[in-house]
């Protein structure tokens, strides 16, 4: 198999809970690369109620790297304060300019600093772990790549050690982050709580036991509505003036201009009002492009581990926590549940004409962050 064309090679899996299975996945070349990015402090900025933000710097590692590959198919996945991804060797240093690229914008237009490293397979394996893909089909129009192997948690910890940290870009780089968005209204729950889940397999490796596991939580969760999805079928509420365009008008390369901010606000109170009231426009058809929204969203994930973000009711919520309590006191995994009243989407959409567009999902007061936190410090927590 050419190493340049493997992404592309790899069969698209319908059913999330195939996922769960080792054969699903494939080992990436020996020649290929990964590259990390999370924020430095992320518990800080969403106690400071900067949670959107660390949202869209996370997705801005992502949209960087989508569009420096120039239509190339790469796997990629959103954390909430961070991202990963994977490249074939001729784009590495293309894709480590757009990381510090990213770097560089995120401190200067929010003072938040963001950890950027890279990765040759190759030292990852020396170091006794992998990455493994697989490419989940999320709706006819989209796929999203799940990781395995441990790889992805290594190469993490290795960068906040201060490892393969990429050197910063010149003062006054700014990434391309087109199509990069947040200008849908927080989703608010339907069933009691918005729930943010992160499994870890105890020893950083997902082996049969943690498969088990994950099969258990899944089929606890498909007794929900739509396996827990967030977004109502027909889509979620838009409002005007949009809470994220004054984030997306510090995405732009030419900088936060007034000029910016006010076509920003003129092209969302136009889109509000055809997807307000469901107006036509030539081919758009608003009500389509809604319940597209909910069928390419991210709202779970396999990275080394399980994540996902769920319309949860309590009962479900107590039966989660009693399967994950057994499993950790028996040494397979480590959880963090993190509760709160509304979930919330970044999204990249490179056209609103086409049904390609991406959007991550996340809790809205601290989700994938303080579930993952909640690791390290004990008990979760609920938000008021």
Partial sequence: MESDGFYDSLPRLATFSALTDPASYTPLPDDWVVGCADIVGSTGEIAAGRYKTVNMVGAGVISAQIN?????????????????????????????????????????EFGIELRVAQASLARIRAAGRDVAVARYQASPDVDYAMFAGGGLAWLE????????????????????????????????????????????????????????????VLSIVRSLDRDGHPIPSQGADVSWPAAGVALEARTARQGNSLGRRLSLYAQTLFAWAVLRFNLPVGTFDPRAYKRAVGRNA??????????MTLDCDPDTVQRLRAVLEKAQAAGVIRYGLYEQDEAMM??????????????????????YALAAAQIKSGPSLRTD
């Fill in 298 to 307: 991210d709202f779970r994930k396999f990275d080394d581990g399980l994540k």
């Fill in 68 to 108: 420096a590959a120039g239509g190339r198919a790469f796997p990629y996945v959103f954390g909430g304060d961070g991202a990963a991804f994977a490249c074939a060797p001729g784009h590495a240093a293309t894709a480590a300019a757009a990381l510090s690229a990213v770097q560089a914008w995120a401190a200067a």
């Fill in 157 to 216: 910890a290795q960068m906040k050690s201060g490892a393969f940290a990429l050197p910063p870009a010149p003062p006054g780089t700014r990434p391309d982050l087109t199509g990069l968005s947040c200008r849908w209204s927080h989703i608010p729950a339907r069933n009691g709580t918005i729930l943010s889940l992160v499994i870890e397999p105890a020893n950083r490796v997902p082996g049969p036991a943690f498969t088990r596991l994950a099969n258990s």
């Fill in 346 to 367: 970044t999204c990249i959409v490179p056209s609103a004409m086409q049904d390609d567009h991406v959007h991550f999902i996340d809790g809205a007061a601290g989700g």
